[in-house]
């Protein structure tokens, strides 16, 4: 009984692992090079590579003080994935909210630090705040721009 297990068990992982190579592989095209192509010469660099733009990360640090966010205007492309380090500089907790996207850190105290990952899936112009207390209205505010 304890062999038919095992033996299940590396059948479901061949069928996992088949699967998985299938789909990440799926969209690649071949080129084969004709006779003509080879000794063409090329513009771009041999390692160099491309990476399509809904699988690269923007990476951001906002620094908040009392009452403000640095810098306090961001750009970003739709889709894109954003990594944001939201550090606390200042003497008070806040935190970092775009209400409309559903994004959110946690309330930090001076000297943390907290990392969230988002991908805007609209375009416009959003305004970030701290959620805390007055913050807001004491102008701890600031523009997420969605390309």
Same mark, same amino acid.
């Given at each position: 009984?304890?062999?038919?297990?095992?033996?299940?068990?590396?059948?479901?992982?061949?069928?996992v692992v088949t699967g998985g190579f299938y789909v990440m592989n799926m969209?690649?095209?071949?080129?084969?090079?004709?006779?003509?192509?080879?000794?063409?010469?090329?513009?771009?660099?041999?390692?160099?590579s491309v990476v !399509? =733009? +809904?699988?690269?990360?923007k990476e951001i640090t906002i620094?908040?003080?009392? *009452? /403000?966010?640095? !810098? =306090? +205007?961001?750009?970003?492309k739709k889709g894109e994935?954003?990594?944001?380090? *939201? /550090?606390?500089?200042?003497?008070?907790?806040?935190?970092y909210v775009i209400a409309d996207l559903n994004v959110a850190t /946690?309330?930090?105290?001076?000297?943390?630090?907290?990392?969230?990952?988002?991908t805007p899936d609209k375009t416009g112009e959003f305004t970030f705040i701290c959620g805390v207390g007055n913050h807001e209205e004491q102008g701890m505010t600031g523009t997420l721009t969605v390309e």
């Open positions: 009984m304890n062999s038919k297990l095992t033996i299940s068990v590396i059948v479901i992982i061949l069928i969209n690649k095209t071949v080129t084969t090079a004709t006779p003509a192509d080879t000794n063409q010469p090329t513009n771009a660099p041999i390692s160099e !399509p =733009s +809904a699988m690269a990360t620094e908040a003080g009392e *009452f /403000k966010f640095a !810098p =306090s +205007a961001i750009t970003v994935k954003v990594k944001l380090t *939201f /550090k606390n500089t200042g003497k008070f907790p806040h935190d /946690k309330v930090i105290n001076p000297g943390e630090v907290d990392m969230i990952e988002f």
